[in-house]
């Protein structure tokens, strides 16, 4: 028989109940309890989901990353084999563009969590993206894209030349990989005329069992900037918004712009939408898309 510590010692120190947190760095969560031979269950939830539950031997804090941005997470912690427990919930900052963490990726951040013209929020964690992974992702990167984003899509946007011979994701064999090419990418006039390559995206992006979704891109970003810009304005994004969500330079930015311009529609939204069209994508399509990638407004 053995004596566990008593129960009154449990109780958490931070976050405290309310407390406003960045979401852009890791958090460490800390109770107080004893670390002699003692299991810890700590269950974490953000509002409206299923709690993840983290069995911790003889430790009294832990650290967390990639928590979506301007949302409230309730926490607890409680002896294994007890029913109580001490809990608390925090605040995430709305911090914008979500960046993320996974051990050896570059340049890994959400296209969700901005506000659309119709009030509703873009689903944060599903569509995501990032340097090429092959070069520089180690086995802990890996287990958390696999893990705690649960990527279904690794979608690779850069020239065939830097693709060579993969015929697989790094991720996995069952993890969906899929090679379009964007060739021309360093000239963004080009990399967007790409109409046979941005309706063959959009194809796995009306269909629920791709998401989660990674967009692989070289360094520069040309060709995820691209993407993130005209989907995002196709949900709805302001620009203001989605020149902050962009990586390359404000040229390019206003080329984007620029060129748009050619098409029909008196807002971004609509021009990008006509752009779609025009490359055999028909409005169903984008309602589909809009649906998957949007939130329910509250």
């Not at 460490?28 to 974490?44: E, F, H, K, M, P």
Request: proline fraction near 3%; charged fraction near 25%; glycine fraction near 8%.
């Amino acid at each position: 028989m053995s004596v566990l510590p008593l129960l009154a010692a449990l109780a958490i120190v931070s976050p405290r109940d309310g407390t406003v947190v960045s979401a852009q760095k890791p958090l460490r969560l800390v109770w107080d309890g004893s670390t002699n031979n003692v299991v810890y269950l700590l269950a974490i939830a953000r509002e409206g989901a299923d709690p993840q539950v983290f069995s911790l031997s003889n430790r009294v804090d832990a650290w967390i990353a990639n928590l979506e941005v301007a949302s409230r997470f309730d926490w607890s912690v409680r002896l294994a084999g007890s029913i109580d427990s001490a809990a608390a919930h925090f605040v995430t900052e709305n911090e914008l563009p979500r960046r993320l963490f996974a051990e050896g990726v570059a340049g890994f951040r959400d296209l969700g969590g901005w506000r659309t013209d119709d009030g509703r929020l873009v689903r944060q964690g599903r569509l995501l993206r990032s340097a090429a992974l092959r070069e520089r992702v180690t086995a802990a990167g890996i287990s958390t894209l696999r893990t705690d984003f649960a990527i279904c899509t690794d979608l690779d946007l850069r020239p065939a030349r830097d693709v060579l011979r993969a015929r697989q994701s790094v991720l996995g064999e069952d993890v969906q990989w899929k090679s379009i090419p964007f060739e021309s990418g360093r000239r963004m006039d080009d990399a967007v005329r790409g109409r046979e390559q941005f309706a063959k995206v959009f194809g796995l992006l009306t269909a629920e069992k791709s998401y989660p979704v990674l967009f692989e891109d070289a360094e520069d970003f040309v060709r995820s900037d691209t993407l993130a810009f005209l989907l995002n304005g196709l949900l709805g994004v302001s620009e203001e918004d989605l020149l902050r969500n962009w990586s390359s330079s404000q040229s390019s930015f206003d080329g984007l712009k620029a060129w748009l311009r050619e098409f029909p529609g008196t807002t971004l939204k609509s021009r990008i939408a006509a752009y779609a069209q025009g490359c055999g994508i028909d409005a169903s399509e984008i309602e589909s898309f809009r649906s998957l990638m949007l939130e329910e407004k509250k």
